[in-house]
DNA sequence: TTGTAAGCGTTATCAC
DNA sequence: GTGATAACGCTTACAA
């Protein structure tokens, strides 16, 4: 192992010249920064993790909690982890995992260790018990989603609400006589997370503002038998406009395509005998078939912002007052899933 | 911060024997345990990490790489994230992120900065310019996939060879008149990861040794286009059999559920007029509509493997010679879209 | 502009 | 069975 030692010895500087050089913690001759930066380079030194966070008291490494938990979502929370890790890179950090299933000692553990200098939490829940473990660690956290209760922690989520609102007024401007929401199954109601019913108010306030025919199903699960109930539902009830032009809302992503397919089987094609937005990334979107209409929901951005408050509280820059929530505004893209407006 | 120091005060016991209780390196009077044991209750104390890595030249993390890259896969890689992380968990060891698209240097920076003890490599390619690399590295690095000259790392795989020829067999002993495999999109060939032509290459002897009409065609990628455009090429390829059985093998996840909706399109129905057998996670076969036939991907198993023998190295236990390549064996699990035996 | 030296909080080697 | 104490490799006052 070369340490900062070699790299002196080599340059023929001292110890602490070699860290400044390479913090740039205080200014350097350029000659002197030009011998330990060839010595640097020819013994290919690389500085002690451990060590360095020992020293400064801080390891440079950003902890992940990610909802791996028996099941979870699962689906989407790839891009979450590309795109954080890729912008701790940037600002020359490392990402550490912890998963959902270790609860709020997950939490202590990689802030008492000082394992990690910032935690970005996934896919908090409602009345997430893991919050008020989070607010009191000495390590900030940074939510991905929206607890009933901040609790002076920083939040960044999609503008579920925005997005209900948003799939109701499409439909509803465009024709329709009534819309039956799809709603989520049951487990992921039962996991309580704030995004379901934010969706679901914002949906039902652009209904009423609309006064168009609204109703909920909610499928068991997932899966093709589970679309299958909640379709014969949606289908069986006409509602006031009895039998008019329908609109389907598919907020859960797994939820999509066995809806498309269940239509498809009955022989209603979507796009010409009825409406289905979805709420998925657009990636998902596009691999629908047929690709559905939909309202993104924008885990790059989500992330990039979440990582964008954790560097400036890092960096003890100018950030928003804790307990702020920070909604990244949904997108709709029309597909082939959309009736065109009478 | 609570230090081991503190600890040491409370239970009046020296510095040294604190540490000794946690790690059970030399044997504590059951009193003395006793008192430090509750110190450390009542002060909730954590060991420092970076202290920790320093002093004892283990920093008890594993580093994973994992594809990232443009354009790479990015499909499936979830479950390995997840099991890998929890056996790294269950042994007591963190797990710290690197994306393939910082190649050589991102496990250099690991190994060299002593980030962690051991890395685990995803989706090697054959030639990958990281394996070099990875055989000089401190730490032990365990391979996923298996490259053109494993060079004395350790690598865990599906047994694609086997899974093409299963795909293969599983069609001619049911039968089937010919066969024709929707190969990988053109990106994929491009990286040039090894289980294509090991995949390719099973089912190619297999047909060989069945005799039966076989044929690859390549779709540009994997949307619904690609699909349309490969199958048009299989579609209008009777071969030596001439318009009989059918039995398309679809070893991209990615493609399979274009591949059936694109059937679907044409009044072709899977499991009827033609046979679809996928290589895929159960799960993602479970979902596709028709569920299809597949050989499973077993990720969890893989990567079960892959911490396996990577615990073994680390604790110094006995482990296989080098360049052993440890191969998962690919199950048939028959769904809706295999035409029974005639 | 540079060097000296005192930590940072563990582990592990000696002693007893 | 337990206690001093010297590393581990780096950062950062404090001096010069």
């Given at each position: 192992?070369v340490?900062?030692?070699?790299?002196?010895?080599l340059?023929?500087?001292?110890?602490?010249?070699?860290?400044?050089v390479?913090?740039?913690?205080?200014?350097?001759?350029?000659?002197?920064r030009?011998?330990?930066e060839?010595?640097?380079?020819?013994?290919g030194?690389?500085?002690?993790?451990?060590?360095?966070?020992?020293?400064?008291?801080?390891?440079?490494?950003?902890?992940?909690?990610?909802?791996?938990?028996?099941?979870?979502?699962?689906?989407?929370?790839?891009?979450?982890?590309?795109t954080?890790?890729?912008?701790?890179r940037e600002?020359?950090?490392?990402?550490?995992?912890?998963?959902?299933?270790?609860?709020?000692?997950?939490?202590?553990?990689?802030?008492?260790?000082?394992l990690?200098?910032a935690?970005?939490?996934m896919?908090?829940?409602?009345?997430?018990?893991r919050i008020?473990?989070?607010?009191?660690?000495?390590?900030?956290?940074?939510?991905?989603?929206?607890?009933d209760?901040?609790?002076?922690?920083?939040c960044?989520?999609?503008?579920?609400?925005?997005?209900?609102r948003?799939?109701?007024?499409?439909?509803?401007?465009?024709?329709h006589?009534?819309?039956?929401?799809?709603?989520?199954?049951?487990?992921?109601?039962?996991?309580?997370?704030?995004?379901?019913?934010?969706?679901?108010?914002?949906?039902?306030?652009?209904?009423?503002?609309?006064?168009?025919?609204y109703a909920?199903?909610?499928?068991?699960?997932?899966?093709?038998a589970?679309?299958?109930?909640?379709?014969?539902?949606?289908?069986?009830?006409?509602?006031?406009?009895?039998?008019?032009?329908?609109?389907?809302?598919?907020?859960?992503p797994?939820?999509i395509q066995?809806t498309l397919?269940?239509?498809?089987?009955?022989?209603?094609v979507?796009?010409?005998?009825?409406?289905?937005?979805?709420?998925?990334?657009?990636?998902?979107?596009?691999?629908?078939?047929?690709?559905?209409?939909?309202?993104?929901l924008?885990p790059?951005?989500?992330?990039?912002?979440?990582m964008?408050?954790?560097?400036?509280?890092?960096?003890?820059?100018?950030?928003?007052?804790?307990?702020?929530?920070?909604?990244?505004?949904?997108?709709?893209?029309?597909?082939?899933?959309?009736?065109?407006?009478?």
């Amino acid at each position: 192992m070369v340490t900062s030692r070699d790299v002196a010895r080599l340059a023929g500087v001292s110890q602490s010249t070699v860290s400044y050089v390479m913090s740039g913690r205080r200014s350097i001759s350029p000659e002197t920064r030009r011998r330990v930066e060839e010595a640097i380079e020819t013994l290919g030194f690389q500085p002690n993790a451990g060590a360095r966070a020992l020293a400064s008291q801080r390891s440079q490494v950003i902890g992940l909690v990610v909802p791996f938990a028996p099941g979870a979502d699962m689906t989407g929370v790839l891009p979450f982890i590309e795109t954080i890790t890729k912008c701790a890179r940037e600002e020359d950090h490392n990402v550490i995992l912890a998963t959902e299933d270790e609860g709020a000692e997950g939490l202590t553990r990689l802030s008492d260790q000082s394992l990690c200098d910032a935690i970005v939490l996934m896919e908090v829940g409602s009345k997430d018990p893991r919050i008020s473990v989070a607010a009191g660690l000495s390590v900030p956290v940074i939510l991905i989603g929206v607890p009933d209760d901040p609790a002076g922690l920083y939040c960044v989520d999609l503008d579920y609400t925005l997005a209900g609102r948003l799939a109701v007024d499409e439909l509803a401007t465009s024709a329709h006589d009534r819309v039956v929401l799809l709603g989520y199954p049951r487990d992921v109601m039962a996991r309580d997370v704030n995004f379901v019913r934010r969706f679901l108010r914002g949906a039902e306030e652009s209904a009423a503002a609309h006064g168009i025919a609204y109703a909920e199903v909610s499928p068991p699960d997932t899966s093709r038998a589970g679309a299958e109930v909640a379709l014969d539902e949606a289908l069986t009830e006409p509602g006031p406009g009895g039998g008019g032009r329908l609109g389907l809302v598919v907020p859960d992503p797994q939820l999509i395509q066995p809806t498309l397919q269940s239509l498809l089987d009955r022989g209603l094609v979507p796009g010409r005998d009825l409406s289905v937005i979805g709420l998925c990334t657009d990636r998902t979107a596009e691999t629908t078939t047929p690709p559905v209409t939909n309202l993104s929901l924008e885990p790059r951005d989500v992330s990039r912002r979440a990582m964008r408050i954790l560097f400036r509280l890092l960096n003890r820059e100018s950030v928003p007052a804790p307990s702020t929530v920070e909604l990244v505004t949904p997108r709709l893209t029309r597909r082939q899933t959309s009736l065109s407006a009478r």
